[in-house]
């Protein structure tokens, strides 16, 4: 819950402004906004992903004064020090299923979910069962699994195509922005 409070709400709360954005870009015709609002969208989060990740790397105190089990404080700490590594994958999948959604493409994102439950359950096995790992086998999971998503989104879209991601990236679009 602390995750899904502290980063993966906000997140999609931020992201969602891409629904509004992107959805008017490529409508009207004007497709390089697509990529650039994605990709600026995904800078962002990378940003933001700075102090919640130093928020998590820190967190024992304050779960050691909120929670009356001490172990369950240290074992929820060190859950969000592991889940560190999941922020990036997060954001990047968060701004790619809307630029997806933005060019009527709801079934892609569905697809690469169908596809991350199984896998992530896999590496849940794997990590948590196979190699022994117990709890800490879970948050490494999750980051793996939350950092596949969007390769899998990109992989979807090089294999099937019908997309063109040559709009991100381009580092002029860096500087060009205006509040």
């Given at each position: 819950?602390?995750?899904?409070?502290?980063?993966?709400?906000?997140?999609?709360?931020?992201?969602?402004?891409?629904?509004?954005?992107?959805?008017?870009?490529?409508?009207?015709?004007?497709?390089?906004?697509?990529?650039?609002?994605?990709?600026?969208?995904?800078?962002?989060?990378?940003?933001?992903?700075?102090?919640?990740?130093?928020?998590?790397?820190?967190?024992?105190?304050?779960?050691?004064?909120?929670?009356?089990?001490?172990?369950?404080?240290?074992?929820?700490?060190?859950?969000?020090?592991?889940?560190?590594?999941?922020?990036?994958?997060?954001?990047?999948?968060?701004?790619?299923?809307?630029?997806?959604?933005?060019?009527?493409?709801?079934?892609?994102?569905?697809?690469?979910?169908?596809?991350?439950?199984?896998?992530?359950?896999?590496?849940?096995?794997?990590?948590?069962?196979?190699?022994?790992?117990?709890?800490?086998?879970?948050?490494i999971?999750?980051?793996?699994?939350?950092?596949?998503l969007?390769?899998l989104?990109?992989?979807?879209?090089?294999?099937?195509?019908?997309?063109?991601?040559?709009?991100?990236?381009?580092?002029?679009?860096?500087?060009?922005?205006?509040?």
């Amino acid at each position: 819950m602390s995750a899904v409070i502290t980063c993966f709400a906000p997140f999609q709360g931020l992201a969602t402004a891409l629904d509004t954005l992107c959805s008017q870009s490529y409508g009207s015709g004007q497709k390089e906004l697509v990529g650039i609002y994605c990709q600026r969208m995904m800078l962002i989060l990378l940003a933001l992903s700075v102090p919640i990740a130093v928020l998590w790397a820190f967190a024992e105190p304050t779960f050691l004064s909120l929670l009356p089990d001490v172990d369950t404080a240290i074992l929820c700490s060190r859950y969000l020090k592991i889940l560190i590594f999941a922020i990036p994958g997060f954001g990047a999948f968060e701004a790619g299923k809307r630029f997806l959604q933005a060019q009527a493409l709801f079934k892609v994102t569905t697809y690469i979910l169908l596809l991350g439950a199984p896998l992530h359950a896999a590496f849940l096995w794997l990590f948590v069962w196979k190699l022994e790992l117990g709890f800490i086998g879970a948050p490494i999971s999750v980051a793996i699994t939350r950092n596949l998503l969007p390769l899998l989104l990109v992989a979807y879209v090089q294999i099937f195509g019908g997309i063109k991601f040559h709009y991100l990236w381009q580092s002029q679009h860096l500087l060009e922005w205006q509040f």
